[in-house]
């Protein structure tokens, strides 16, 4: 196994996207991509436990997911049969088709390069596709408050969640903009959700279901200081 996959299957024993406040997050972030998506095949890149696979998987026949963590992959199968699944790293992936969406949720964080994913990414559509990313926004309002209190030294210093997760970095939305132009992709569109004031493990000791909602439909109204922006684009 090589340093790459033992770094992803190290985080994946830390990162529990289908725990607290995250499968909300995930799960409110696919049904922001639902309203972008086109009819057809799906691809997923980093689903982890599939929370947001759960969401969107019964309105596409044509899914396919890849995570760098095998039991992540044969979790999913197991309860969706006809998902083809892959383990591997993105960089390895081969794919046999083009798709019509492409699914990047918090995976850019993570990658090494993530530029080259997503011009992989661009050359894996199908013509009139889109690629749809979400990603945490340095700019959210609980950053800024850490680094008043001087738990941050900016907001852009990776957190102790962020080291645990495995990010290599946090965007905001002119950094996730510029990396889709850059990698040769025109906007769509460009939002937030999940106006976040507090740390996960504070929310999730004290927030019912009905605030959590509340603050996850702010944050589209404030999409500068949301605690996760999205990006949804195509090729030029």
Sequence with gaps: MNIEKKRVESCSQSAHYSEGVMKFTTAYCGEIFRKYMKK???LELGPAEGVMTDRLYPYFEDYTIVDGVDSFVKSIKDRYPAIKGYHCLFEEFIPEQQYDNI???HVLEHVKEPCKILKN??????SGGVILAAVPNSNSIHRQAAVI????ST???LNETDKKNGH???YNLKRIKDDFE???LSIVQLGGYWLKPLSNSQIDLTWSEEMIHAFLVLGEKYP???GEIYIIAENK
């Design 224 to 226: 500068e200081i949301a």
């Design 40 to 42: 057809g095949s799906v």
């Design 103 to 105: 699914i990047l949720g």
């Design 182 to 184: 850059k990698s040769g």
């Design 121 to 126: 990414c661009s050359s894996w559509l199908t």
């Design 149 to 152: 209190m001087e738990i941050l």
């Design 155 to 157: 907001e852009e210093e």
């Design 168 to 170: 290599r970095r946090v």
